[in-house]
């Protein structure tokens, strides 16, 4: 699976992109995004990492507390709707070691709002969180590293992204 990960300064602009993969509900989405961030040559400009959601590629969980410790940055997970966790515990149910993921899904925390989009976050206090969330969202609500992701990966999965014209 395929995962894009634009680096976005504060005022929405585009510096750079670094990409990777991850198992399909697989394991690897903490290490890989460990791996990609640290040795990035934008990693001295990175201030915090922003997430669509806690899985990748599925239900690859990524582990936050693991991730901003490794990082030594905030990370935050952002969603636009309330998580439904009764499905998603079910789903992980028909995944091998089921307990391990939702164990990695609970140690991201609360879910807090920011707005109309929720989010999760690590490294960093939730007020903290939120002011970012708030703060990077230039069209809409998501925030704008999020919103240029789902830009960029649209666009190579299926040769044109989903984005209004």
Not at 18 to 37: E, F, K, S, Y
Not at 68 to 95: C, Y
Not at 132 to 147: D, F, M, N, S
């Amino acid at each position: 699976m395929f995962v894009a990960a634009p680096v976005v300064r504060r005022d929405g602009q585009l510096d750079g992109l670094l990409t990777t993969t991850v198992r399909r509900d697989g394991w690897n989405a903490t290490d890989r995004l460990i791996r990609l961030l640290s040795h990035s040559r934008f990693r001295a400009q990175l201030h915090a990492v922003m997430l669509d959601g806690i899985a990748l590629g599925g239900l690859n969980v990524v582990d936050l507390p693991r991730l901003a410790a490794a990082l030594e940055l905030p990370v935050i997970t952002v969603v636009r709707r309330r998580p439904n966790w009764a499905r998603f515990r079910a789903a992980l149910e028909r995944l091998p070691r089921p307990e391990r993921r939702w164990a990695v899904v609970q140690r991201a925390g609360a879910l807090h709002a920011a707005g109309p989009v929720f989010f999760q976050c690590a490294g960093v206090e939730p007020r903290h969180a939120r002011a970012l969330v708030t703060g990077t969202a230039v069209h809409g609500h998501l925030p704008e590293p999020i919103r240029l992701a789902h830009l960029i990966a649209g666009g190579v999965v299926s040769g044109e992204s989903q984005g209004r014209p």
